[in-house]
């Protein structure tokens, strides 16, 4: 069975301040990692994605993520925030050979960008 | 990207009413679209996967007379919120999974049961 534990409903940091939203995952197989970002009233948009792969992955809007295995995490970076990173972000995971099939999410995580 | 359209957007309907979320894959085909349940600041539940050219299948907990979905083509599936209550409504999301692997959402549809 797989579960994503995100640390922090919320999160808030200044305008271009690094971002930080961290990620653990619990698998039992090889996952597939993934984080969303959603904007109030509207449905998720991938911004990257583990595929077993490089460990570290860059994503859209200048995201990137770092697969631990030795941790169990992949937390969500960005060195400088912009006021439109404002959103939830979600983590989730799926088992690797189920490709993004079933994918279980964590709890989400509300970044607020102060000016 | 691919485009996957949920419709509609918002809906508000009466206690008893039954209701109908579309969602398309508008530029691929999708034998596997998914249903997912959003409450307020909570996160994504998966309600259950929807197969072109059969049964649904429905996770532990999900009423599947209440929940009716429906795969009729390899661009569309609908889920049917029948005898809607206030408890129902919600932030309803499809995703429809491109070559295996990749899965696109639709913007969502929130019900809102009078």
């Known amino acids: 069975a797989q579960s994503v534990t995100q640390l922090g409903s919320h999160v808030s940091v200044s305008e271009g301040a690094l971002v930080l939203l961290r990620c653990n995952y619990s698998s039992s197989v090889p996952p597939y990692l993934f984080w969303y970002v959603q904007y109030p009233n509207q449905g998720l948009q991938l911004l990257l994605k583990y595929t077993s792969a490089a460990t570290l992955v860059k994503g859209i809007n200048g995201f990137e993520a770092e697969f631990k295995k030795s941790e169990t995490s992949f937390h969500l970076t960005k060195p400088s925030a912009h006021m439109s990173d404002a959103a939830e972000y979600f983590c989730a995971v799926s088992p690797l050979f189920q490709g993004a099939q079933k994918l279980v999410f964590g709890q989400g995580t509300r970044l607020t960008i102060n000016p | 990207g691919a485009v996957v359209s949920q419709h509609p957007s918002r809906v508000i309907c009466k206690s008893g009413t039954s209701v109908k979320i579309e969602c398309r894959s508008l530029?691929?085909?999708?034998?596997?679209m998914f249903w997912y349940r959003q409450f307020p600041k909570q996160s994504l539940m998966l309600m259950a996967t929807s197969n072109e050219g059969s049964k649904a299948t429905y996770e532990q907990g999900v009423e599947k007379d209440k929940f009716l979905i429906n795969h009729a083509s390899l661009t569309l599936s609908t889920l049917t919120v029948t005898s809607a209550h206030p408890e129902d409504s919600s932030f309803y999301i499809c995703s429809a999974l491109r070559g295996g692997t990749e899965a696109f959402f639709g913007q969502g549809t929130r019900l809102t049961v009078v």
């Open positions: 530029d691929f085909q999708a034998t596997t």
